[in-house]
C-alpha cells in the first residue's frame, strides 16, 4: 500500500513539473509572438499590436470578452470588439478608441488590438505608451494560458473521476453477478439432488409397480377361473 501511494505522489509531482515546463515553453513562445502590423476591419485599416495563441479561438474570445469588459461598454459583432474612449490607464492616461479582431481555429488564435489615442494617433513601436500595451497583451496571454491549462487539467480529472466511477459500478455489478451465479449454482445443486431423489423414488416406483402389475395379473386369472367356475355350476 506504501509503494503504491509513494509511485502516486511520484507521478503527481512528475505531472505538476511537466505542466510547469510546458506552461513556461507556451509562454516564452507567446511572448515571442507580439509583433505590431496593420490590420483592414470593416474596410478601415487600423495599426496595432498581434498576439498569437496556442488555443481554439472560442476560448480566447470567452477570455478577451472578459478581460476587455472592465475598460467601457463593449459593441461587438462577428469576433470584432471594439470600446470608445476606453478608460485604459495602464496603457493612457487619455480615454482610448479600442478595437480589436480575434480570428483563429481549434488550435491557434491570432488577437489584433488597436489603441487610437486620437486623430488616428495609434499606440505603435517608438511611443511611450506601447511597452505598457504589449505588456497589457502579454499579460493577459500569460492568464489566458493558466486558464488553459487549469481547464485541460481539470477536464482530465474529471474524465479520470468519470473512468474511475465507471471501473466502479462495473466491479461493484461484478461482484453481484459472482453472488448470483453463487446462488445460481447453489440452486441448480439443490435441483441435482432433487433430482437424483426423485430417480431413486422413480425407480422404486416402478419395480413396485412391477409387482402390483404381477398381482394384479395373478388376480386377473384368478377371476377368470371363478367366473369359470360359477359358470360350470350353472350347467
Known amino acids: 500500500m506504501y509503494r503504491t501511494y509513494k509511485a502516486m505522489m511520484m507521478t503527481m509531482r512528475t505531472g505538476l513539473l511537466s505542466a510547469a515546463l510546458f506552461l513556461l515553453t507556451t509562454l516564452s513562445t507567446v511572448a515571442q509572438t507580439v509583433y505590431t502590423g496593420d490590420q483592414v ?4 485599416t ?4 498581434f498576439l498569437t495563441l496556442p488555443i481554439s479561438d472560442r476560448q480566447v474570445e470567452k477570455e478577451w470578452e472578459d478581460y476587455i469588459k472592465p475598460y467601457g461598454k463593449i459593441s461587438s459583432s462577428r469576433s470584432v470588439y471594439r470600446i470608445t474612449t476606453a478608460d485604459m490607464r495602464d496603457i493612457s492616461a487619455e480615454p482610448v478608441n ?4 480575434v ?5 491557434s488564435t491570432t488577437i489584433f488590438a488597436a489603441f487610437d489615442m486620437g486623430g488616428g494617433n495609434y499606440v505603435a513601436p517608438g511611443n511611450g505608451n506601447y511597452d505598457a500595451a504589449s505588456k497589457w497583451l502579454t499579460d493577459f496571454a500569460t492568464k ?3 486558464n488553459d491549462e487549469v481547464r485541460v487539467a481539470e477536464d482530465g480529472f474529471n474524465e479520470a473521476q468519470k473512468a474511475h466511477q465507471k471501473s466502479v459500478k462495473n466491479g461493484e455489478r461484478l461482484v453481484r453477478d459472482i453472488e448470483n451465479n453463487k446462488k445460481e449454482k447453489e440452486r441448480l445443486l439443490r435441483k441435482i439432488d432433487e433430482n437424483a431423489k426423485e430417480l431413486e423414488q422413480l425407480t422404486k416406483d416402478v419395480e413396485t409397480n412391477k409387482t402390483e402389475q404381477a398381482t394384479a395379473l395373478t388376480e386377473v386369472d384368478n377371476k377368470k377361473k ?3 367356475t360359477v359358470k360350470t355350476k350353472k350347467q
Open 226 to 228: 371363478n367366473v369359470e
Open 41 to 44: 476591419i470593416d474596410k478601415v
Open 46 to 49: 487600423y495599426k496595432g499590436i
Open 103 to 107: 480570428k483563429g481555429n481549434k488550435k
Open 98 to 101: 479600442f478595437t480589436s479582431q
Open 144 to 146: 489566458t494560458v493558466y
